[in-house]
């Protein structure tokens, strides 16, 4: 009924290694979800989130989507995703 949509996140980092731990942020476009529509931008939040323990609270996978530029040598497929249960651990200035 209420959720976070997320479009974009950057500056990755690894937190600890043995667990999978990543920390990032939200940027250009995190938007208050209720009810399935919309209803308003929201400040960025840096976030700590394990893939593996991420992949395991998927309840939907979207059409896979590129991410990323010609100019990046990271350019990858990337399903859009519903996660339930993802910890976002405080507001970020972020741009």
Known sequence: KKGILVTRTWYIRSVDPQTVLLTGLTRDGTFYIENGEIKYP????RW??????????????????????????????????????FTFTSLSDAV
């Open 42 to 45: 929201i400040k960025n939040f």
């Open 48 to 85: 700590n989130e394990s893939p593996v323990i991420m992949l395991n609270n998927v309840d939907e996978f979207g059409k896979p989507e590129r991410v990323g530029d010609d100019e990046s040598p990271f350019v990858m497929l990337i399903p859009p995703m519903k996660i339930r249960e």
